[in-house]
């Protein structure tokens, strides 16, 4: 039986995954506006990337900027060798998740969730996607 090198292999596999293999997955990218002593401007990040993020004074200006620098911040981490996150897909999450909270905290919630009118589920839901 052959022998595999399993070494090359990875090493052949790793090229493949070039600065355009990453700067095509569909990373999560997210853009908000952002009012503070400097003015008005929006704010745009890459979730999964750490640390990737930009500014700019119109939303496509932030995508634009943010998508420079997750070219930079790619191109940096290829050329260490670092780890680079790739995107999960959406079916990987279940949309269930189990929170362990203190008594007081829960009592509170639901109580609010019963003042809205709401379950307390999309109270929570509500409160998390702020």
């Given amino acids: 039986m052959p022998e595999i090198n399993t070494m090359s292999y990875l090493t052949e596999e790793k090229m493949k995954k070039d600065l355009n293999y990453y700067l ?3 990373y999560t990218e997210m853009v908000q506006k952002i009012k503070d ?12 990337l750490d640390g990737c993020q930009s500014d700019g004074k119109t939303v496509p200006e932030a995508l634009n900027n943010v ?7 790619i191109a940096a ?8 996150p790739e995107p999960k897909s959406p079916n990987e999450y279940s949309g269930r998740l189990n929170l362990r909270l ?3 905290l ?7 969730a019963e ?4 379950s307390l589920n999309q109270y929570m839901v509500m409160k998390l996607s702020r």
């Avoid at 002593?37 to 999964?48: D, H, I, N, R």
């Avoid at 998508?67 to 911040?73: S, V």
């Avoid at 981490?77 to 680079?84: A, P």
């Avoid at 003042?115 to 709401?118: L, M, N, P, Q, S």
């Fill in 24 to 26: 095509n997955l569909p």
């Fill in 37 to 48: 002593e400097s003015g008005e401007y929006y704010y745009a990040q890459v979730l999964e």
């Fill in 67 to 73: 998508h420079e620098a997750m070219e930079g911040y």
């Fill in 77 to 84: 981490k290829l050329e260490y060798g670092d780890h680079i």
């Fill in 102 to 104: 203190p008594k007081s």
């Fill in 106 to 112: 829960h009592q509170r919630l639901a109580a609010e």
């Fill in 115 to 118: 003042r809205e009118g709401v």
